[in-house]
């Protein structure tokens, strides 16, 4: 079974809140005790927390539904009822949330970024709320409002300093197993990596360490990428966002003979790729090094391309291992340095909730909007006094006016919620 997923979805579902009670004081030598329903619990949000302990999606792929816990109701006495209990939800850092229709919800970076991905509904009204001069006994209260639910997908991408990127077979499993206490599968044939593998490289043990290096950074080895794997082909393509937010790469080129690609040709592929998926990976840091250097004799060993100079390693024998830690501990340092310190809040992308909203619903009109609909949604609308409450709330809203400027003329079928009606410019 895999243990590493980094796309899945999560359907969460927060509480109802707790209806408000319907009751009157009923005591001995008190005559008119009134009303003393109380109010319902709120129900309990859900939330999304980015956490560092956390490096898989792989809790949503077989569970994904959360929810949490709804208000209980309230009582005769004015006595409230309990708030449900929020949930929070723990993904790892660097998840990204989209909403159903594939837009960007909020963009998890940071660990302890949270997001609410479902309001608690409120608690509804006891009747004791509902007490005027001229309504001495109401015998009607609210219930709780339903707590939003949705199905959210999770698309983790990987927040590693140095990101591997080469060829199937080209010596990255090997690499990171003998820089770093990571334990990737290794094999002599193409594809042995089907998932990113994460590694934490210390130089303080190597003696590497400079005054302007990374004593610690984090090594992603990706697997393989093929010609057209920004377009889909090869097993790459699902891994290439992992890429994205690595601060530096390290392009591998195949030294070993027999694979049948120069090392030139390996690298303007490999940037190719890189620069199809993204033009901005092509600007980033990055060391060209030449790999698998055992397998060829130092007489007849190939030149690299790339002005940045060229590195040769064997991940075997632990030549070029100390050069190349070096240079990748003062690149992150650098590339640390100038990125500055990390937002302290996520990136979030949802839109705030609009108010009155009317649309076109085949002959008639439909009114959406949260407050309208918590309006008609919460209240008993069989009682008379209840259903001329909501009609001065919905007034106060602006139904009216928004219902006028959207075109409705009297005889206009309208509806809000589960209440419908005929519209009249006096009702």
């Known amino acids: 079974m ?4 980094d796309e899945a979805q999560v359907h969460v579902r927060a509480g109802d809140g707790g209806a408000g009670a319907v009751s009157f004081r009923r005591e001995a030598h008190i005559a008119r005790g009134g009303p003393d329903g109380g109010d319902g619990g709120r129900g309990g949000d859900v939330y999304l927390e980015a956490t560092s302990s956390l490096v898989s999606l792989l809790a949503f792929r077989d569970h994904p539904h959360r929810r949490a816990e709804s208000g209980s109701h309230g009582g005769g006495g004015k006595r409230h009822g309990r708030a449900g209990r929020d949930l929070v939800v723990p993904v790892p850092v660097g998840t990204v949330v989209r909403g159903p229709g594939g837009e960007v919800v909020a963009d998890l970076r940071a660990p302890g970024d949270r997001l609410r991905a479902a309001e608690g509904g409120r608690g509804g009204a006891g009747n004791a709320r509902f007490l005027t001069n001229r309504r001495r006994a109401p015998a009607f209260g609210e ?3 339903v707590g939003e639910e949705r199905w959210l997908d999770l698309e983790l991408k990987l927040l590693a300093d140095v990101a591997l990127v080469g060829f199937p077979n080209c010596g990255k499993s090997t690499l ?14 193409p594809f042995t990596t089907l998932e990113p593998h994460l590694g934490v490289v210390r130089l303080g043990g190597r003696g590497l ?3 302007t290096a990374a004593p610690e950074f984090i090594l992603a080895d990706i697997p393989g990428l093929v010609a057209g794997a920004s377009e889909g082909r090869g097993l790459g393509h699902r891994f290439l966002r992992h890429v994205e937010r690595a601060r530096a790469l390290v392009v591998l ?19 190719d790729e890189l620069g199809r998926f993204s033009p901005e990976l092509v600007a980033r840091p990055r060391l060209v090094v030449g790999s698998r250097a055992d397998m060829v004799p130092a007489d007849s060993r190939p030149p690299l ?8 390693i064997s991940s075997v024998t632990g030549e070029g291992i100390d050069e190349l830690l070096g240079r990748l501990g003062a690149v992150v340092g650098m590339a640390r340095a100038s990125a500055g310190p990390a937002a302290a809040t996520p990136v979030v992308h949802r839109p705030q909730p609009e108010g009155v909203v009317v649309a076109r619903e085949g002959r008639g009109f439909v009114v959406l909007g949260r407050a309208v609909e918590r309006a008609v949604g919460v209240s008993d609308l069989t009682d008379p006094d209840a259903l001329a409450l909501v009609q001065r709330r919905l007034k106060r809203l602006g139904v009216d006016r928004a219902l006028a400027r959207a075109g409705a003329r009297p005889g206009d079928d309208v509806r809000i919620g589960q209440l419908s009606f005929t519209y009249s410019e006096d009702a």
């Open 2 to 5: 895999a243990s590493f997923v």
């Open 143 to 145: 219930q709780g409002e």
């Open 176 to 189: 990171i197993a003998r820089i770093s206490a990571a334990k990737p599968k290794i094999a002599d044939y």
């Open 209 to 211: 360490v400079e005054a």
């Open 253 to 271: 080129i195949d030294l070993a003979p027999g694979e049948g690609r120069a090392p030139a040709h390996q690298l303007a592929v490999l940037l």
């Open 305 to 312: 391309v790339d002005y940045r100079g060229e590195l040769v």
